[in-house]
């Protein structure tokens, strides 16, 4: 295993629901504007985690796999939105913006989580949280939160103090 970078953390999940649980940590600390990528191969558990993220976020629609739609639209009373995309069907290469929708766009009031992120090549923002999702074991699973600017190293404390106390 390789070793994290300086501010990764990670977690051992032993369920599903273990996932969406930390899911639901996560959702609810997110805010318009910012990105969520997660990495990962079939069956990870990406979208059990995006399950979470959208019920914490506080999304009134349970989350269905984007893979055929590309983007998955959720929308809170607020007027909020949590946009939930897939790029498993990008040729490599492909630029996000062009492929799968305009990032100032959705971020004017709305937050990202994209599924496959590593098959983007171009127009991701400089800063994000990354999440990449490992099989260990039928119901194990390996996550690395690795925050990129300041203020997803902030949200990763906070989802550690919120799963840990401290
Ligand atoms: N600890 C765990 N965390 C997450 N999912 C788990 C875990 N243990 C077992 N699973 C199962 O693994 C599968 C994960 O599927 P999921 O659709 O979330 O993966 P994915 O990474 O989104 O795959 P895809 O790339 O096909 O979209 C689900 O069937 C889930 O129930
Ligand atoms: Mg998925």
Redesign the pocket.
């Known amino acids: 295993m390789p070793i994290l970078a300086r501010n990764a953390f990670e977690f051992f999940?032993?369920?599903?629901e273990?996932?969406r649980r930390v899911g639901m940590r996560l959702g609810a600390l997110l805010q318009p504007g910012q990105v969520v990528l997660l990495e990962?191969?079939?069956?990870?558990?990406?979208?059990?985690?995006v399950q979470g993220i959208a019920q914490g976020w506080g999304s009134p629609n349970p989350v269905s796999?984007p893979?055929y739609v590309i983007v998955n639209d959720y929308r809170r009373a607020d007027g909020k939105h949590l946009y939930h995309a897939?790029a498993?069907r990008l040729t490599p290469g492909n630029a996000l913006d062009t492929a799968i929708l305009d990032l100032d766009f959705v971020l004017k009031d709305g937050t990202l989580v994209l599924?496959?992120a590593e098959r983007v090549q171009d127009g991701l923002p400089n800063e994000f949280l990354r999440v990449v999702?490992s099989w260990m074991s039928?119901?194990?699973?390996h996550l690395v939160f690795t925050p990129q600017g300041k203020q997803y190293e902030t949200m990763l404390k906070k989802l550690q103090q919120s799963l840990f106390g401290a």
């Open positions: 999940s032993h369920s599903p273990q996932t990962g191969n079939l069956g990870s558990g990406k979208t059990t985690l796999s893979t897939d498993y599924e496959w999702l039928e119901e194990q699973r």
